[in-house]
C-alpha cells in the first residue's frame, strides 16, 4: 500500500514526483528570471556603493536573499523591482555593518541613487556605452590610469607606489579623471534621452 505522501494521482504519478517537479519548475523560473535581471541589479548595486569590491559582497548576498525569498515573489509582477527592494536593504545593511567606511554617501543621496539605478527607463546599455565611448575620448594616460585603478584588488596606495606619485597625488588626479567621465556620460545619456 502506498503511503499517504506517494498516493497515485490519476495521472499515475505520486505526489512526491508533482512536489519535485513543482521545485524544479520553480528552480528554472527563478533562473530565468534573475539571469536576464542580473546585469540590470549588478549595476543597480554598483551604484549605491563606494568600490567594485563592496558591490560584488553585496550581490552575492543579495542574490542568496533572492533565492531564499523567491517563494514570497509573485510570478507575473515586476521582479528587478522586487529584486532591487531587497538589493536596497542589504545595501542598508552592509553600511551598518561597514560603519563609516561604507557611508561616503549620505542616506538621501543613496535613495537618490538608489531610484535613478532602478529607473527601468534607463537601459543597462546606455549608460554603458556612454561610459565606453567617454572612456575612449580620454588620453591614453587618463584611460590607463583609471582602468589599473579598477582592476580587482588594486588599492591607491599600490598603484601610487607603481607609478611613483604620493596616494594624495594621485586621488587628486582619479578624481578629476572621474568627474571628466561623469560629465561626459552625463551629456551623453541626456543627448541620447532627447533623440
Not at 546599455?125 to 556612454?130: D, F, K, R
Not at 596606495?157 to 572621474?178: E, F, H, P, V
Request: hydrophobic share 40%; proline share 3%.
Amino acid at each position: 500500500m502506498d503511503s499517504p505522501s506517494q498516493k497515485s494521482t490519476p495521472l499515475g504519478e505520486s505526489n512526491l514526483d508533482l512536489a519535485g517537479q513543482a521545485h524544479d519548475d520553480r528552480v528554472a523560473e527563478f533562473l530565468a528570471l534573475y539571469s536576464s535581471n542580473y546585469p540590470r541589479l549588478q549595476f543597480y548595486v554598483t551604484a549605491l556603493l563606494p568600490t567594485a569590491n563592496d558591490a560584488s559582497d553585496v550581490l552575492q548576498e543579495t542574490s542568496m536573499v533572492l533565492w531564499r525569498k523567491f517563494d514570497t515573489f509573485e510570478l507575473g509582477t515586476n521582479f528587478f523591482a522586487w529584486a532591487c527592494k531587497i538589493a536596497r536593504f542589504q545595501v542598508m545593511k552592509y553600511r551598518e555593518r561597514q560603519g563609516r567606511l561604507a557611508r561616503l554617501f549620505d542616506t538621501e543621496l543613496l535613495e537618490k541613487l538608489a531610484d535613478e539605478a532602478g529607473d527601468e527607463r534607463l537601459g543597462l546599455n546606455v549608460p554603458l556605452q556612454a561610459l565606453e565611448n567617454c572612456l575612449g575620448k580620454l588620453t591614453e594616460l587618463d584611460r590607463s590610469l583609471i582602468r589599473r585603478r579598477y582592476q580587482p584588488g588594486v588599492t591607491v596606495q599600490q598603484l601610487a607606489n607603481d607609478l611613483g606619485r604620493t596616494a594624495n597625488s594621485l586621488s587628486k588626479s582619479l578624481g578629476r579623471i572621474r568627474r571628466a567621465l561623469l560629465e561626459c556620460v552625463d551629456r551623453t545619456i541626456t543627448l541620447e534621452a532627447r533623440d
